[in-house]
């Protein structure tokens, strides 16, 4: 007992601590900086769009700098007057994988972005940088917000229907999903509730998921399409729908994003959120995840029970694919001379950082794929869209196949690590 005691004298300072920075710096609500991201395979360029305030923080008090390096990019925001850095995030885009296609080569393009952290009380440095082929960071803009500045626009919040399918306490201590409605029309928004709440029971049905469903909020927004569905542009297919979202992306007939990125940032403002998660209105199968950026997925496959477990573990999580032998539109999208970012694949360049110490002494590395090792974990040649050089920790696994029962252990653990990070 007094063991116990005393842990708990020692943990509160560092509470109490996190609390009072964000109570410095920060305001209970956000700030919104939108920009492009823009340029070709070979250079990117950052144009800013606006600057807004949004009525809710959804996010943790207490860590407020990222303490995982995720991710294609992040943004960092320091204290202006003390050079402090105060907040930072990691994130993926669409950006970032159209760079690696054949057209990025002979054409230059732009993507909607947003950086969101909590809304400074005093002026700030933004910074946004790029990861560079050598896994290093690069500032590629940085500017200066003055909080009171008369330019951050201050609009009403548009009203949308909400529903809370999973209401499990304060948002600040919750991991926060926002489930926002695409391609249903008004008279189809309690299909759209139905289910956003059946394919929040997949993703619980599913461990980790399943055993850390007390640390998770879940709320339905409903914006009304004129049409039901989506497109499909290799079929001819439009539909009028609220955002935009189409199969083929990058040509790959299953492959469904949105590039209306300002529509769902400003749709998910209706709620305090962590998560975005666009659920489609259609029984293909076909979905897209990005790390701390957007979740899409259809809601009527027979397999969207599979999909939205693996799309969310790219976006929650920041897991990376381990299959290899797939049709993807990507070129050399990773270097195999660095250890890549994603928790789940190593190339061995600095695998002490990785999930060596979930390995058995007695289990070869690499691996053989082969039957004996089904349930163990090694490190399995194959992963990263490459059959030779990445390495995966599991011979399936959600993040592999459909086939597979769920997350291996290796991407259990590292989701268990995110959801840590944002309850505690």
Same mark, same amino acid.
């Given at each position: 007992?007094?063991?116990?005691?005393?842990?708990?004298?020692?943990?509160?300072?560092?509470?109490?601590?996190?609390?009072?920075?964000?109570?410095?710096?920060?305001?209970?609500?956000?700030?919104?900086?939108?920009?492009?991201?823009?340029?070709?395979?070979?250079?990117?360029?950052?144009?800013?769009?606006?600057?807004?305030?949004?009525? !809710?923080?959804?996010?943790?008090?207490?860590?407020?700098?990222?303490?995982?390096?995720?991710?294609?990019?992040?943004?960092?925001?320091?204290?202006?007057?003390?050079?402090?850095?105060?907040?930072?995030? #990691?994130?993926?885009?669409?950006? +970032?994988?159209?760079?690696?296609?054949?057209?990025?080569?002979?054409?230059?393009?732009?993507? !909607?972005?947003?950086?969101?952290?909590?809304?400074?009380?005093?002026?700030?440095?933004?910074?946004?940088?790029?990861? +560079?082929?050598?896994?290093?960071?690069?500032?590629?803009?940085?500017?200066?917000?003055?909080?009171?500045?008369?330019?951050?626009?201050?609009?009403?919040?548009?009203?949308?229907?909400?529903?809370?399918?999973? $209401?499990?306490?304060?948002?600040?201590?919750?991991?926060?999903?926002?489930?926002?409605?695409?391609?249903?029309?008004?008279?189809?928004?309690?299909?759209?509730?139905?289910?956003?709440?059946?394919?929040?029971?997949?993703?619980?049905?599913?461990?980790?998921?399943?055993?850390?469903?007390?640390?998770?909020?879940?709320?339905?927004?409903?914006?009304?399409?004129?049409?039901? #569905?989506?497109?499909?542009?290799?079929?001819?297919?439009?539909?009028?729908?609220?955002?935009?979202?189409?199969? !083929?992306?990058? $040509?790959?007939?299953?492959?469904?994003?949105?590039?209306?990125?300002?529509?769902?940032?400003?749709?998910?403002?209706?709620?305090?959120?962590?998560?975005?998660?666009?659920?489609?209105?259609?029984?293909?199968?076909?979905? #897209?995840?990005?790390?701390?950026?957007?979740?899409?997925?259809?809601?009527?496959?027979?397999?969207?029970?599979?999909?939205?477990?693996?799309?969310?573990?790219? #976006?929650?999580?920041?897991?990376?694919?381990?299959?290899?032998?797939?049709?993807?539109?990507?070129?050399?999208?990773?270097?195999?001379?660095?250890?890549?970012?994603?928790?789940?694949?190593?190339?061995?360049?600095?695998? $002490?950082?990785?999930?060596?110490?979930?390995? $058995?002494?007695?289990?070869?590395?690499?691996?053989?794929?082969?039957?004996?090792?089904?349930?163990?974990?090694?490190? !399995?040649?194959?992963?990263?869209?490459?059959?030779?050089?990445?390495?995966?920790?599991?011979?399936?696994?959600?993040?592999?196949?459909?086939?597979?029962?769920?997350?291996?252990?290796?991407?259990?653990?590292?989701?268990?690590?995110?959801?840590?990070?944002?309850?505690?």
């Amino acid at each position: 007992m007094r063991t116990f005691v005393f842990w708990i004298f020692l943990l509160v300072p560092t509470l109490l601590s996190a609390q009072n920075s964000y109570n410095t710096y920060f305001k209970n609500h956000s700030l919104r900086f939108d920009f492009l991201l823009g340029g070709n395979n070979e250079e990117v360029v950052v144009y800013p769009a606006e600057t807004k305030e949004e009525p !809710y923080w959804g996010g943790n008090k207490s860590n407020l700098v990222d303490p995982f390096n995720y991710g294609s990019y992040r943004f960092q925001v320091f204290d202006l007057k003390s050079d402090s850095l105060i907040f930072s995030k #990691g994130f993926s885009t669409l950006f +970032q994988e159209w760079q690696t296609t054949a057209e990025a080569k002979t054409t230059k393009k732009t993507f !909607y972005q947003s950086a969101i952290f909590p809304f400074p009380k005093k002026d700030v440095k933004l910074t946004i940088e790029a990861r +560079q082929w050598d896994g290093t960071f690069k500032t590629i803009y940085t500017t200066n917000i003055d909080p009171k500045n008369y330019f951050i626009l201050d609009e009403k919040v548009d009203k949308f229907p909400v529903r809370t399918i999973l $209401d499990n306490g304060k948002p600040e201590h919750k991991v926060d999903n926002v489930i926002l409605a695409e391609g249903y029309t008004a008279a189809e928004m309690e299909d759209f509730y139905a289910d956003a709440a059946k394919v929040s029971g997949y993703l619980f049905d599913t461990e980790p998921f399943k055993s850390e469903k007390s640390n998770f909020n879940v709320r339905a927004v409903f914006a009304p399409s004129e049409e039901s #569905g989506t497109d499909v542009p290799g079929e001819h297919i439009y539909k009028n729908t609220y955002f935009n979202t189409s199969y !083929y992306t990058f $040509d790959l007939p299953r492959y469904l994003t949105t590039s209306d990125m300002k529509k769902v940032y400003d749709a998910a403002a209706s709620v305090p959120y962590d998560q975005i998660y666009v659920l489609v209105n259609t029984e293909r199968y076909g979905g #897209g995840g990005f790390y701390n950026f957007v979740t899409v997925c259809t809601a009527d496959n027979e397999l969207t029970p599979k999909i939205i477990v693996h799309e969310f573990g790219h #976006g929650f999580a920041g897991l990376g694919d381990e299959y290899y032998n797939s049709s993807v539109a990507y070129e050399d999208f990773y270097n195999l001379e660095i250890e890549p970012w994603e928790p789940n694949i190593t190339t061995l360049v600095d695998f $002490d950082k990785k999930w060596k110490n979930m390995i $058995d002494t007695d289990t070869p590395v690499p691996t053989p794929r082969k039957a004996k090792y089904k349930n163990t974990i090694g490190v !399995y040649e194959g992963g990263g869209y490459m059959a030779e050089g990445i390495y995966s920790p599991y011979i399936d696994c959600r993040m592999n196949t459909n086939e597979a029962e769920g997350f291996c252990p290796v991407c259990q653990e590292a989701i268990r690590k995110v959801i840590r990070a944002q309850t505690k």
